[in-house]
């Protein structure tokens, strides 16, 4: 075996030729975790594939890679730097760069193995795609698939026409559309690879195949005379009838607000008609006009930007060091901290769980019995493993159980004075050094902190429900609140394997702030006159995950009402009633309409079929006004959401643009497309977001009047997330 | 500017779609050379003045591909001068055929036309000819596309139309069918189809249930649910009438039309051509019109078809004696009745597709034929013909009896 490291590229890749004439290709991305394609890496590939070819030596290639992962795809940069800096013309050559140098290695007459030793994604499996087998390997970590269009992009590199000839239509399209990546069992299955060997068994597996090889295993189907992918064929009328259902469904889903989706579609659909290298430079104009849409840009941005700074902790004090966290207590045992002790002890932390007393607390403990019995059920977990969870956690009523812990989270009812006594309990028996947290949504930390003996270490850390699904925390810190109890919070957020932002302390904090905006809107628009299903149906097209009037019924009616009453209590003369607040008090008090577990809320929800508006609804709002076009009510609702977004910015509520979007994305499904709130206002763009608020104070009331700071904003044309500017094409 | 004049319309009866109906058997060259023949032999008529023959027919491919209007009157044996045209209007090609046909001859550039139409769904299905229209998702996308049934249920939801006013119009139109096949009315324009020994395979439209019953239409299970939830039709239905919670979907088999076999031919001409025919006139083309309308819903063009061609024809709804509405959904009749304000016993009187069938590209010729039958039996004087049309169209035709 002789080694070669190619000169060009940096040497990303390094090209070995074994002494049977088969040459290992290996991606080896040097000063990075994860293997990319990038300029340096494409350039060093297209080396060794000149050699492998060019060399009457060499008999074959294998592909595969030094990292443990196979190749995760285009470098994020650069295609970032591509979408703002490139013209489509300059874009496109870039595109068909890969796309023909891919396409070399499958019409080569010599056999390229893609070797997957670890996961391979996007234009890393593209990469496989288009060598002439595939071999994975047996391991439930790894995955492979093109998840493009889950961050706002289709496939570039031929992924979306391979998917279609190897698959068919009805196979590929959902893969593509939902951007699903498969354990390498599942993609043997499906036929995206062709076999998954133990990992210590890859090459020479893919050495024997190519030892093997017969010539027409070098021909790929489509490139054989007649071909057509199988399946349906858009053509007959049962291939139509197929294709317009899958449209139909994309668009129920989608709402029409990702132009990738609406992208593949049209590449699969053409695809099918034409051969493939027409049908690659196909994707490759939609790829390139798609990368150059805000959405894409927007979703990037969130996905490939601000969500790894926050998962890497880029706002965690530096001189803390970091100390391990071996123990925590979590007080309360109810649902939420339930679900906290058991995302706690899935990632090997051990929990003491503690209620008012013992059957309480080991009634909490039963919930991550269930949980794990499902993921045993589901082989997602073995039962051994699930033993060791369960056995970390230990029910008890008794506080001097938290001894040694390095952070208590104290998951309680909402009620101040409760909090303070179970704080007091656990302080009494912590050490100095640990970290107390408070699991509220509602209450302010830092006057929960007065009650504690160390404010300095006690802080706010706001879990979602259902805890398992739901990927961010919230981090509040109160005023007193100091570095070290900051960093243990992060240090903790990231071990569960969860996404931290960081906000300061005010009512609402940053999520429920923002997100209560929103249903305000709905209801404010119903409280006007206008038709309830057209602010329902406003509300799933602007891309919220829930309509804003259903949402009111699912966190119930009553639970509104009273925290609108507990606000007036604690706000006094500041307070301000409004319409919304009135319509919900009249819901609750005199139409006995507390939400959707009542049974009747704005819904009624009928023992059988689906739940329909309460048709007594509109005669609450008095007059009913002429319907506004729907896309008035989509600005409304996402643009007071945006706008109070910028003004938790202005108030340093939350300091960070990226965390401020992932927060919205990840806390309250605030429609993905847009990248977030402050995304959206970048997107609308500064100067005409100002203008749209001022029309909208002008229409809907002093809500929407944009503050001095966000004017002057407007007037710079300051954007949330500066960023080069798109070259015109 | 020319006069056309109608000086015959005739149909075959309409046998149902499917491989156990009668007309099955019968290609639809043969369904279109029957009519073509019947209209020549009943008239005397001398091909050789026939300038074009012009054929609806939506799925224009296999059995009926490749000009089937040129193929079947050479099969007919029209003189070989009789050219030939296929044409597509969806739903209301036949009628459109009628149209074109009158235009020609209205234009001056024609004496005699032959117009019609001719479907064999059972042979060549819905959907045979493709298109780019539900399938490329550059239009299905701009386009709202849904199937017709989801427009026809969203029709109904709007308008308010329950399953109740749906059904009892179907249950009306099957009352009206059966009431006028029982008293003759449709005999004069009826030509039976005979198979290849010459015996007659039917006579008498095949599709009708004159027994039906609301309580029998009450038990059939909606059409259209299924793919409407499903498959994401309502959804994308929704996005362009946001003001829908949900779509009722009301419509069945026995409110919607059936699928049927058959074809339509009309003789159409100059009055001079007339008298060169030795033919007297039965009518006369005041004025036609087709129109884009919204294609989500699709079905709701037949009303601004009929507001532009009574405008042309300098008319009003008043000046209307009959109207003839194709029955593709309940709710498209409902809707029309409502929108023009029309008294339900001027309107398809002697029932409708609903009943009888709707083979897609002849129907415009053979409500056509209806119109003008029921006109002459009742000695009225004027009768307005219309067709809601895929991807959002209405075809009308304003007739007067001289």
């Known amino acids: 075996m002789t080694g070669v490291t190619l000169e060009a590229g940096s040497g990303s890749v390094m090209l070995r030729i074994g002494d049977d004439g088969i040459a290992e290709i290996v991606w080896d991305l040097p000063g990075r975790s994860v293997n990319v394609l990038n300029p340096e890496s494409l350039a060093a590939f297209a080396a060794a594939v000149d050699r492998v070819l060019g060399d009457p030596a060499i008999r074959g290639a294998i592909v595969t890679s030094a990292k443990s992962g196979f190749i995760a795809g285009a470098d994020h940069a650069w295609l970032s730097a591509l979408a703002a800096g490139a013209t489509a013309p300059e874009l496109l050559e870039t595109v068909m760069g890969v796309q023909t140098l891919f396409r070399r290695i499958e019409k080569a007459s010599k056999p390229f193995v893609a070797a997957l030793n670890g996961t391979a994604r996007a234009g890393g499996f593209e990469l496989a795609l288009a060598c002439h087998y595939r071999i994975g390997v047996d391991d439930a970590n790894a995955r492979v698939g093109l998840p493009e269009a889950t961050v706002g992009l289709m496939p570039g590199a031929g992924g979306s026409q391979r998917y279609l000839r190897m698959l068919g239509v009805m196979a590929a399209m959902p893969l593509l559309l939902e951007g699903r990546l498969l354990a390498p069992g599942d993609a043997l299955k499906a036929g995206l690879i062709d076999a998954a060997v133990p990992p210590g068994e890859l090459l020479a597996a893919a050495r024997r195949w190519i030892g093997a090889a017969k010539p027409d295993a070098l021909v790929k189907r489509w490139d054989k005379p007649g071909f057509v992918p199988p399946g349906v064929d858009p053509r007959t009328a049962q291939g139509a009838n197929a294709f317009a259902a899958a449209h139909a469904l994309q668009r129920k889903r989608s709402q029409g607000n990702y132009p990738a989706l609406d992208a593949i579609q049209q590449v699969v659909y053409q695809g099918w008609v034409v051969p493939l290298d027409v049908a690659l430079k196909l994707e490759a104009k939609y790829f390139v006009k798609i990368l150059r849409t805000p959405v894409a840009r927007a979703m990037m941005r969130t996905h490939f930007i601000s969500l790894p700074r926050a998962n890497k902790l880029a706002r965690r004090p530096v001189d803390v060091a970091e100390r391990g966290i071996a123990k925590i207590g979590v007080l309360g045992a109810g649902m939420m901290g339930a679900g906290i002790a058991h995302v706690t002890a899935a990632a090997g932390i051990a929990v003491v769980l503690i209620d008012r007393d013992q059957a309480l607390a080991a009634r909490g403990k039963d919930h991550t019995q269930r949980q794990c019995q499902a993921a045993v059920e589901k082989r997602r977990l073995t039962p051994a493993e699930a033993d060791r969870v369960l056995g970390r956690i230990t029910p008890t009523a008794d506080y001097a159980a938290l001894a040694g812990c390095d952070l208590v989270i104290e998951a309680v009812f909402e009620d101040r004075a409760l909090k303070a006594d179970v704080t007091g309990q656990a302080e009494a028996v912590l050490g100095a050094d640990a970290v107390f947290a408070s699991n509220t949504s509602t209450l302010p930390i830092s006057g929960l902190a007065a009650a504690a003996r160390r404010p300095e270490r006690f802080i706010g850390l706001h879990f979602f429900s259902p805890v398992e699904r739901m990927p961010l925390v919230e981090i509040i810190r109160g005023r007193q609140t100091g570095a070290a109890a900051l960093a243990r919070a992060m240090d903790f957020v990231r071990r569960i394997g969860k996404t931290p932002i960081v906000v300061n302390d005010t009512r609402g904090f940053y999520t429920s702030r923002v997100f209560a905006t929103y249903i305000d809107e709905g209801v404010l628009m119903l409280a006007a006159g206008i038709a309830p299903a057209l602010i329902e149906n406003a509300g799933r097209s602007a891309g919220m995950p829930v309509a804003p009037l259903a949402l009111c019924d699912e966190v119930s009616l009553e639970l509104i009402h009273k925290v609108n009453r507990q606000t007036a209590v604690d706000l006094g003369p500041a307070f301000r009633e409004t319409a919304a607040t009135r319509l919900i008090a009249r819901m609750v008090e005199r139409e006995g309409r507390i939400g959707k577990r009542a049974g009747r809320g704005f819904y009624d929800y009928p023992a059988e079929g689906r739940k329909r508006l309460w048709p007594d609804l509109a005669g609450l709002a008095g007059a009913r006004v002429p319907s506004p076009p729907i896309a008035d009510l989509k600005e409304r609702l996402l643009a007071i959401q945006a706008l109070e977004a910028a003004r938790c910015v202005e108030e340093g509520v939350i300091e960070d643009a990226g965390d401020a979007d992932i927060g919205a994305v990840l806390g309250w499904g605030f429609a993905p497309w847009t990248g977030g709130p402050l995304s959206y206002i970048d997107m609308v763009g500064p100067a005409a977001f100002v203008a749209a608020c001022e029309r909208l104070a002008a229409r809907h009331g002093e809500r929407f009047v944009p503050s001095a700071w966000l004017k002057a904003r407007g007037e710079q044309g300051d954007l949330f997330h500066p960023m080069i500017a798109t070259k015109a094409s | ?402």
């Open chain 2, 1 to 402: 500017m020319t006069d056309c004049y109608v000086y015959d319309a005739l149909r075959t009866p309409r046998g149902r779609g499917r491989p156990d109906g009668a007309l099955h058997e019968v290609s639809p060259l043969e369904l279109a050379t029957t009519v073509l023949a019947a209209v020549r032999d009943r008239n005397a008529l001398d091909t050789g003045l026939v300038d074009d023959v012009i054929l609806g027919c939506v799925e224009p491919v296999g059995e009926q591909g490749a000009d089937i209007a040129r193929i079947a009157a050479l099969n007919a044996d029209y003189a070989e001068t009789a050219a030939g045209v296929q044409i597509n209007r969806f739903c209301a090609s036949g009628l459109e055929a009628i149209n074109m046909a009158a235009a020609k001859v209205m234009a001056g550039q024609s004496d005699v036309v032959v117009a019609g139409g001719v479907e064999s769904m059972s042979r060549v299905p819905m959907g045979a000819s493709g298109g780019a229209w539900f399938v490329d998702p550059a239009i299905a996308f701009k386009s709202y596309f849904a199937p017709q049934g989801i427009g026809a249920d969203l029709i109904a939801t709007k308008h308010g139309y329950t399953r109740t006013d749906v059904d009892a119009y179907a249950v009306e139109s099957q009352r009206r069918a059966a009431a006028a096949w029982g008293e003759g009315r449709f005999a004069k324009s009826i030509v039976p189809v005979a198979d290849a020994l010459g015996l007659t395979l039917l006579e008498r439209d095949e599709h009708m249930r004159p027994d039906t019953t609301m309580q029998a239409l009450g038990a059939l299970a909606p059409s259209f649910a299924k793919i409407g939830e499903d498959m994401g039709f309502d959804a994308v239905a929704q996005l362009r009438y946001p003001e829908v919670e949900a779509i009722e979907h009301v419509h069945h088999a026995g409110n919607s039309s059936g699928i049927v076999d058959g074809a339509a031919a009309v003789l159409l001409g100059t009055r001079e051509a007339g008298t060169a025919m030795g033919l007297k006139p039965r009518a006369r083309i005041r004025s036609f019109a087709s129109i884009g309308s919204e294609p989500c819903i699709m079905l709701t063009g037949p009303v601004a078809a009929s507001e532009k061609v009574l405008k042309r024809a300098g008319m009003t709804t008043a000046d209307v004696d009959l109207y003839e509405l194709n029955e593709a959904f309940a709710s498209v009749v409902l809707f029309y009745r409502d929108a023009l304000g029309l008294d339900p016993a001027t309107l398809n009187v002697n029932g409708g597709a609903i009943a009888m069938g709707h083979p897609l590209g002849a129907t415009g010729a053979m409500v056509f034929g209806t119109l003008l039958d029921e006109l002459e039996r009742r000695g009225l004087g004027t009768g307005l013909v219309t067709l809601c049309v895929g991807a959002g169209m209405g075809t009308a035709t304003v007739i007067e009896r001289l």
